[in-house]
């Protein structure tokens, strides 16, 4: 096996010393041009790796953060992951991408090798934040920050007031003649989910609907296969209960739904209408075209990258940033003429 090349073999073959060396690395300013060629020809011609991780410990940081999302297979968390990678990347960090496919014990994992392997930071769209443990799991001295996720005592935390978005999902469906409303989505230990159903709930008594006009067709998860099972459901509800509309809480349910319509069918809007979450790129090009509640997932993801990297800062107070959801009509709830 070939003999490990560090900083002192370097140093013998440039004629430098170590600290030549170590400063060729980390502050190529302070060294002469030419000794700083000829350290770098010997880097070269030796295949001199640096070692991150010894470097890591003597420095006690890492270059590294952390994103830990709730469903890698959904749109919405590689759109914000790509916003994350973006400020992370400007400041000169990589960024470690972990899916705990919302189960609480692979985040739990996740969670416990980030603080041993000393990332800069991390960034967590949690599973369920009120699970006992999770807040001490969170705090192990390595800075986080809660993403599409409203705040925590301790950490900063970027979302969007989903209350309001829900609210708008529902207000809308109202406003386009719908009085019996489906809502789809699940498990309600998702914080996001609670809110956007605490939303629908606000735009029925805003129009002075009964909460009963509500059905909940609650599912396993938010993807799309959980839709087009919750679109079977709905069409076995007794005709004088069915719903004519639905909000989901995501826009993969939306397409599952959607899905599920035409294959049993049935026309949207025409015989249900169909709202979702999130405006993923999907949504646009779906058969029929989607009216989702849209979420700024690019500033998502960097507004929170950029927060995780000020929380060495000396300074640093902890901040909610909440950005506002906007609706975007689509086909899928349009009125005929409209
Ligand atoms: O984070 C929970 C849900 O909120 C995700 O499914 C994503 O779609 C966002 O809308």
Do not use: W
Request: with cysteine.
């Amino acid at each position: 096996m070939k003999p490990s090349i560090g900083i002192r073999e370097v140093a013998h073959h440039a004629g430098v010393s170590n600290a030549t060396v170590s400063n060729v690395l980390n502050r190529p300013d302070v060294v002469a041009p030419a000794t700083r060629q000829r350290v770098l020809a010997s880097i070269a011609e030796l295949g001199f790796v640096r070692n991150e991780s010894a470097r890591q410990l003597r420095a006690g940081r890492s270059r590294v953060i952390a994103y830990v999302v709730l469903d890698a297979s959904n749109p919405f968390f590689t759109d914000v992951a790509r916003g994350v990678e973006s400020a992370a990347r400007e400041a000169g960090f990589a960024v470690f991408l972990c899916n705990s496919a919302s189960e609480g014990g692979r985040e739990r994992e996740y969670l416990e090798l980030l603080h041993e392997q000393r990332v800069e930071g991390i960034l967590i769209t949690p599973v369920d934040a009120e699970v006992p443990g999770f807040a001490e799991l969170l705090h192990r001295g390595t800075p986080v920050v809660l993403v599409d996720h409203s705040a925590q005592d301790g950490t900063c935390s970027v979302a969007v007031d989903d209350v309001l978005g829900g609210e708008l999902a529902v207000t809308h469906l109202i406003e386009t003649g719908h009085t019996r409303i489906a809502m789809v989505g699940g498990p309600f230990t998702i914080q996001q989910v609670r809110d956007r159903h605490a939303g629908a709930l606000r735009a029925m008594a805003n129009a002075g609907l009964p909460e009963a006009n509500l059905t909940v067709l609650e599912t396993t998860d938010l993807q799309v296969a959980e839709g087009r099972s919750a679109g079977e459901r709905l069409v076995g509800l007794p005709s004088v209960r069915r719903p004519t509309a639905a909000f989901c809480a995501n826009d993969l349910l939306a397409l599952g739904l959607l899905q599920s319509m035409t294959q049993q069918g049935l026309k949207v809007p025409e015989d249900l209408a169909v709202v979702g979450y999130d405006d993923i790129e999907f949504a646009a090009a779906a058969a029929v075209p989607l009216t989702s509640v849209r979420q700024p997932r690019d500033q998502l993801g960097r507004t929170a990258a950029r927060l995780l990297l000020e929380e060495s800062e000396p300074d640093h107070e902890h901040r909610h940033v909440q950005f506002q959801p906007e609706l975007v009509v689509r086909a899928s709830t349009r009125v005929r003429g409209a």
